[in-house]
């Protein structure tokens, strides 16, 4: 790897970065825990600041870096702990708005380059949505370089002030187990769900509006009249599922919601089309691992989606029922389409980047914004 000599020469200093996390986002997390490793692994000293669960869970300090306890919220001792544990670093990379945002405070006063991903957007309306707004213009200003996981957060970047925006590399990291066709747990799993001789459709992430599982609803009363009817079956939790669940109810709905599960990998092996109903996702999680899981996807096209998938699923309008139902329906009535899809998406998850990409790409952006170290 070029960069290994490049940044642990004998005699030079090693580059000192902060990577700073909030809330624990999955995504984001497990990002900086792939980051974290791969940048030790060229001679990086990598010091992570995260609530105490965070880094229990992602094991920042198995990966080489070093952990620094930093609770999620912006209180005034937050920032001060943020402030110490960055007082040496070469530069300070934060993840998310309101990790990024404490990291601006952190960094007042001080000409440490800051770096900031954005993998998402925050889902607000009202007052919240322009206090949001207000975070987001503070951010993208006091940043040297705003990378986003899609074109559209690169777009957004830039209209909201962002001096230097661009496209980040973003591996799937240490996907679930049991991404690749897992055939022995299929029909087991089948049976315990009730799809036994009739189509299995999953979705999967949290019960809440942003994930258009109204709408999915909404397609699923279409499929009843479907010999035999598909199931579809919704892996995650949320504050929506008491709505959800009244109405799969008194509609009679094929569909089940499954709660948190930890076996959503073997979900997906089982499944014969994966679901992607969302108003709005950067670089889908389960897009990425349906993919990779030669199952076929219905998706939205919205953000980042039709970028990342290509021609390897089937795109329809967020928030239209009727095209979702439309797409199901033909795709579970013609097996040469799905076996079209599933050769498709295997070349387009080629086409990806791998974690050793993303972390070369972000170290040649450190590298833009550090001076040559001086010699020990």
Same mark, same amino acid.
């Given at each position: 790897?070029?960069?290994? =000599?490049?940044?642990?020469?004998?005699?030079?200093?090693p580059?000192?970065?902060v990577?700073?996390?909030?809330?624990?986002?999955? #995504? =984001?997390?497990?990002?900086v825990? =792939?980051?974290?490793s791969? @940048?030790?692994?060229? &001679?990086?000293?990598?010091?992570?600041?995260?609530?105490?669960?965070? /880094?229990?869970?992602?094991?920042?300090?198995?990966?080489?870096?070093?952990?620094?306890?930093v609770p #999620?919220?912006?209180?005034?001792?937050?920032?001060?702990a943020?402030?110490a544990?960055?007082?040496?670093?070469?530069?300070?990379?934060?993840?998310?708005?309101?990790? *990024?945002?404490?990291?601006v405070?952190?960094?007042?006063?001080r000409?440490?380059p800051?770096?900031?991903t954005w993998?998402?957007?925050?889902?607000?309306?009202g007052?919240?949505?322009?206090?949001l707004?207000?975070?987001?213009?503070?951010?993208?200003? *006091?940043?040297?370089?705003v990378?986003?996981?899609?074109?559209?957060?690169?777009?957004?970047a830039?209209?909201?002030?962002?001096?230097?925006?661009?496209?980040?590399?973003?591996? @799937?990291?240490?996907?679930r187990? /049991?991404?690749?066709? +897992?055939?022995?747990?299929?029909?087991?799993?089948?049976?315990?769900? &009730?799809a036994?001789?009739r189509?299995?459709?999953?979705?999967?992430?949290a019960?809440?509006r942003?994930?258009?599982?109204?709408?999915?609803?909404? /397609?699923?009363?279409?499929w009843?009249?479907?010999?035999?009817a598909?199931?579809?079956?919704?892996?995650?939790?949320?504050?929506?599922?008491?709505?959800?669940q009244?109405?799969?109810?008194?509609?009679?709905?094929?569909v089940?919601l499954?709660?948190?599960?930890? +076996?959503?990998?073997?979900?997906?092996?089982?499944?014969?089309?994966?679901?992607?109903?969302?108003?709005?996702?950067?670089?889908?999680?389960?897009?990425?691992?349906?993919?990779?899981?030669?199952?076929?996807?219905?998706?939205?096209a919205?953000?980042?989606?039709?970028?990342?998938?290509?021609?390897?699923a089937?795109?329809?309008?967020?928030?239209?029922?009727?095209?979702?139902?439309?797409?199901?329906?033909a795709?579970?009535?013609?097996?040469?389409?799905?076996?079209?899809?599933?050769?498709? &998406?295997?070349?387009?998850?080629?086409?990806?980047?791998?974690?050793?990409?993303?972390?070369?790409?972000?170290?040649?952006?450190?590298?833009?914004?550090?001076?040559?170290?001086?010699?020990?």
């Open positions: 790897m070029s960069h290994v =000599s490049s940044h642990s020469a004998p005699g030079q200093s580059l000192r970065t990577q700073v996390l909030g809330g624990g986002n999955a #995504r =984001s997390s497990a990002h825990r =792939s980051l974290a791969g @940048l030790v692994a060229r &001679g990086v000293r990598v010091t992570v600041c995260a609530p105490v669960e965070v /880094a229990h869970t992602y094991d920042f300090s198995g990966a080489g870096a070093d952990h620094v306890p #999620r919220s912006s209180d005034p001792t937050s920032v001060a943020l402030r544990a960055c007082a040496e670093a070469d530069l300070v990379h934060a993840h998310g708005l309101h990790a *990024s945002f404490r990291a405070l952190a960094l007042s006063g000409r440490t800051l770096v900031v993998h998402g957007r925050a889902n607000a309306e007052a919240r949505a322009h206090f707004r207000m975070l987001e213009r503070r951010v993208v200003r *006091s940043a040297s370089v990378l986003g996981t899609s074109s559209d957060l690169v777009d957004r830039r209209s909201t002030g962002a001096r230097d925006a661009r496209l980040a590399a973003a591996a @799937l990291p240490g996907p187990a /049991a991404v690749e066709r +897992d055939e022995s747990q299929g029909p087991k799993l089948r049976a315990e769900l &009730g036994t001789g189509p299995l459709l999953l979705a999967v992430g019960l809440e942003r994930r258009g599982y109204r709408t999915l609803l909404d /397609a699923a009363g279409s009843r009249d479907l010999d035999p598909p199931l579809v079956a919704i892996a995650g939790e949320g504050p929506l599922r008491p709505v959800l009244r109405r799969i109810e008194d509609e009679e709905l094929p089940r499954l709660g948190r599960r930890e +076996d959503v990998g073997d979900l997906l092996a089982a499944a014969d089309v994966a679901l992607l109903p969302s108003s709005w996702e950067s670089r889908s999680v389960l897009a990425q691992e349906a993919l990779h899981a030669r199952v076929p996807l219905v998706a939205t919205v953000g980042g989606v039709p970028d990342l998938v290509g021609d390897a089937e795109l329809v309008p967020y928030g239209d029922a009727a095209a979702l139902a439309r797409a199901v329906t795709l579970l009535a013609d097996p040469a389409r799905r076996e079209l899809l599933r050769e498709r &998406g295997v070349r387009q998850a080629a086409t990806w980047p791998t974690e050793d990409e993303t972390v070369a790409q972000v170290l040649s952006v450190y590298d833009e914004l550090t001076q040559p170290r001086p010699l020990i």
